[in-house]
């Protein structure tokens, strides 16, 4: 499968940003992504942990992993993370930009609970594996290849332990490694020898785009709450209090949110993030993120959008293009 048709390259993406597209849809491409993994620690860690994020850890099993939210009292969200179950402790995973903050409101809340937390972030790095061909990858490297979604496994590699993590990309198979920072390079090295591809960020975030994933801080901000993302899988209902669950179950039993997390085809200028939609001069939606360049002939953004318009047919505006909802993942438009 290719990306772009031969007509549409020459106005789209650059060769190379097309490649690597390519190797993440239909071969392997591998990233360094910025991420800060936290130790839990302490024998109150589950107890505390359950109470301040949105899924279930106390029922968490060893090897497993889940995506969370952290609120705020009033339900909209602070910031985004998985946490893992290696088995004597607790791992965060959490995107670097979000760490200081989360790791203070961590802190906040260590009242008398036993808990210690460790930043670990100096001390590995997560290297990202994604595409069809990303099992070949682990298998030429003698890493496990049958890890189902969110399943995390330590593993020694030519003599240095490593995590293995499956992601839960519903797109396109994923997995991190988990690697000592001082053996980064040669891990990077043999998986592009193994037949990887190298990706870029302009690729990656092409790529976060098309599978319709949210990013915190472009397109979850301060005021979101957490049905208005579409992420349910960030969300347990059975597991008891924690903070912001009083609204979000208030929101799930009053039955939905009034604005969705959705995709968009766009025709005209490509409109800006935070562009507003409208209808009849009516603002009903907001472009969150935008590609930076078409495929196959397609302009593609997210945003959110009023429910009662998420069916496609009133003609919706974006500053002076048209747009089109779209449903999620966007993949589905290339095909």
Request: hydrophobic letters at 40%.
């Amino acid at each position: 499968m290719s990306i772009l048709t031969e007509q549409g390259q020459s106005a789209a993406a650059p060769s190379q940003h097309r490649g690597e597209l390519n190797a993440l849809l239909v071969g392997c491409g591998i990233c360094r992504l910025e991420r800060a993994l936290v130790s839990l620690g302490g024998r109150d860690r589950v107890r505390w942990l359950n109470g301040m994020v949105t899924n279930n850890i106390r029922d968490l099993q060893p090897g497993r992993g889940v995506y969370n939210f952290v609120l705020t009292p009033q339900g909209h969200i602070l910031g985004d993370l998985y946490v893992f179950n290696p088995g004597e402790n607790l791992i965060a995973e959490i995107e670097r930009t979000q760490l200081e903050t989360l790791l203070a409101i961590f802190r906040k809340y260590i009242i008398m609970d036993k808990v210690e937390i460790e930043d670990l972030t100096s001390k590995f790095a997560v290297i990202g594996v994604a595409g069809p061909k990303s099992l070949d990858m682990l298998a030429f490297l003698g890493l496990p290849n049958d890890l189902a979604p969110l399943a995390i496994a330590n593993r020694d590699w030519n003599g240095t332990s490593l995590s293995v993590v499956r992601g839960d990309n519903s797109c396109v198979l994923s997995v991190e490694l988990w690697v000592a920072a001082d053996k980064t390079e040669a891990v990077w090295s043999a998986l592009l020898q193994a037949g990887a591809e190298a990706i870029g960020e302009e690729a990656l975030e092409t790529f976060r785009i098309l599978c319709g994933i949210p990013k915190f801080g472009q397109d979850i901000r301060e005021r979101t709450l957490p049905q208005e993302t579409g992420q349910d899988r960030a969300l347990n209902f059975t597991k008891g209090c924690y903070i912001g669950q009083e609204i979000v179950e208030r929101i799930r039993s009053r039955g939905a949110v009034h604005k969705t997390f959705i995709g968009f085809e766009v025709e005209g200028p490509v409109p800006a993030a935070g562009t507003k939609i409208q209808n009849d001069g009516k603002d009903v939606g907001e472009i969150t993120s935008v590609l930076a360049a078409p495929l196959k002939g397609k302009r593609l953004a997210l945003g959110y959008l009023r429910r009662e318009f998420a069916g496609g047919e009133k003609e919706l505006k974006a500053g002076d293009a048209s747009v089109r909802p779209a449903s999620l993942p966007l993949t589905n438009l290339l095909s």
